[in-house]
């Protein structure tokens, strides 16, 4: 038996599991329900009373997060201490927001100058490309952005980017691109001038396969062009620790900004991985994303555990995930440019906490890392949501709406968050025999095609859900929402006691996937792999030849 599943809250919490009464019951005999269940701060307002709790599920929950050490791990994380322990290196992206009064150490050097001056060079590289100072090698402005990454160094800057669309200014254009698959960058590159384009390389060691082997094709492309070596650096920036190998591609060393070890990819965006948002809605929203975030640090580092909403979010999930059985969690976002929210948390979630050994090497005897999955609502509500509703799995659903619209149109925002809170409403008090009977009690149906049909009709309820509204979608409620689930998922890996820092499992698919492929480009077949993998190898090199 593992030390977490040992706690005294463990155990009681085990215990508590069938004795609540259906969320039905729960929101009758209390109608204070939701005053006690709901929290606001930062400009958000999170609202988990329809969520099997009570007081005494709740006072253990919060017992468990005492018991497992959280409100300590919280201060070391913002201390700078090397709690990525299989890396030996800090957690700093709080340090990305943090104020430039701020002294945060890492090796005893405050890294707070750093970032601030990381964020000028921003602002001086943004306000050269604005004003026409940037120009490409025939002296042409700069009218496109294509930013090169992947994981974290390309998720997190294309959906706040989409996500703060009404803050763009037009400046420049941006795209996005990841996947190694040449459609990807050909498909972008067919609409652009080279003349007047900048691509933007995001990688900490320059050498990431996928996103060097975009760069190079941007590259070939933009020499083919007819431009030369000398050229690239009038178009190509990077973001990279490794400045030799930028500067011997071609880019000039002012034209490279800082990575540090200290900042996950997944939680990078904050940094000058950052840029191109800060590119597309100008700097000073760019730094109230950065404030809006701080504030939610804020909030987690200092208000009470009982009041704190990364730390009640990160419970709920542990309640449901390791005492209910729920192997995933939804995010439903009702609002357009907040459709790949979903995606981005799923990442920030998965890649933390998708591990299955302790922080001392034991392998967990408990289930850790939920498949984070959703979309747009109300899109689902006619697909997926049916599956929560009425399918056999219990998966706990947060939904996220903005209550001011950036495009008011007639009742359209009406019925959005009508269906938003019609639909947490259903999912917590669903549907009975009875209640669906009556509904058919007028049809011309016979009195045994009623109870059919009647059956087919009911819906349990008892499902839960997190309410996460805001007054309007803006750089900081959007900077808050994220910091909110970065938090949320360190608790989780906290009280886990797994490190939610490393990602070992990227690691290994990247380091196999470079064998097989100098096997599929070797001159003669390769037989020593097991049967699958040398059978699609010499699929695929039969088609090369």
Not at 40 to 45: A, T
Request: hydrophobic share 40%; glycine share 8%.
């Amino acid at each position: 038996m593992s030390k977490l599943t040992r706690y005294t809250s463990w155990q009681a919490l085990t215990g508590l599991v069938n004795t609540l009464p259906h969320m039905r019951q729960l929101f009758a005999d209390d109608p204070q329900r939701f005053d006690k269940y709901s929290l606001k701060d930062c400009g958000l307002l999170l609202d988990y009373s329809k969520n099997r709790i009570d007081a005494q599920v709740v006072q253990q929950l919060l017992q468990l997060a005492a018991e497992a050490g959280l409100p300590q791990k919280i201060a070391a994380m913002f201390a700078g201490a090397l709690i990525n322990t299989t890396e030996k290196r800090a957690v700093l992206h709080t340090a990305l927001r943090a104020p430039a009064d701020a002294d945060i150490r890492v090796d005893d050097c405050n890294v707070v100058p750093e970032v601030q001056a990381t964020l000028k060079k921003m602002a001086a590289f943004i306000d050269a490309l604005y004003h026409g100072e940037w120009r490409g090698c025939t002296g042409k402005k700069i009218t496109d952005v294509v930013a090169i990454g992947i994981g974290g160094s390309f998720l997190g800057p294309k959906i706040v980017s989409e996500a703060l669309k009404p803050y763009w200014n037009g400046k420049l254009n941006c795209h996005f691109v990841a996947n190694v698959d040449g459609s990807c960058l050909s498909d972008k590159l067919e609409a652009l001038d080279p003349q007047t384009t900048l691509f933007l390389m995001s990688s900490k060691s320059f050498g990431t396969q996928e996103t060097l082997t975009n760069t190079l094709s941007a590259k070939a492309w933009f020499l083919a062009k007819g431009h030369t070596q000398a050229d690239v650096a009038k178009h190509f920036a990077a973001i990279t620790s490794n400045v030799e190998k930028a500067t011997a591609f071609g880019i000039d060393a002012d034209n490279i900004f800082p990575m540090w070890d200290w900042v996950g990819g997944r939680y990078s965006l904050w940094s000058a991985i950052g840029l191109p948002i800060a590119l597309l809605i100008g700097m000073d929203n760019f730094r109230l994303l950065l404030q809006g975030a701080r504030e939610m640090d804020v909030h987690f580092a200092a208000t009470p555990l009982a009041q704190n909403m990364p730390v009640i979010m990160g419970l709920l999930s542990i309640w449901y995930n390791n005492f209910q059985g729920a192997q995933s969690h939804v995010v439903l976002t009702y609002d357009h440019y907040l459709r790949g929210l979903p995606a981005y948390f799923q990442q920030l979630d998965m890649e933390s906490n998708g591990k299955s050994v302790t922080l001392d090497g034991e392998t967990v005897d408990y289930s850790t890392g939920p498949v984070i999955w959703g979309g747009e609502g109300t899109n689902g509500q006619h697909a997926y949501h049916q599956l929560l509703h009425q399918g056999t799995a219990l998966i706990p659903a947060d939904f996220i709406l903005p209550l001011q619209s950036h495009h008011p149109l007639g009742e359209h925002h009406a019925q959005l968050a009508s269906n938003c809170f019609g639909q947490t409403q259903a999912l917590m008090q669903g549907r009975t025999y009875e209640e669906a009977l009556t509904e058919l009690a007028n049809s011309s149906l016979s009195a045994s095609e009623k109870q059919l049909i009647a059956r087919h009709k009911v819906m349990h309820g008892n499902k839960p859900s997190n309410t996460i509204l805001m007054d309007k979608l803006t750089p900081e409620t959007l900077g808050a929402l994220i910091a909110l689930y970065e938090h949320r998922t360190f608790v989780q890996g906290a009280i886990w006691d797994i490190n939610a820092f490393d990602q070992w499992g990227v690691e290994l698919g990247k380091t196999l996937g470079n064998a097989v492929l100098t096997r599929l480009s070797a001159p003669q077949d390769c037989n020593d792999l097991d049967s699958s993998s040398n059978s699609l190898i010499g699929l695929f090199r039969k088609q090369r030849i």
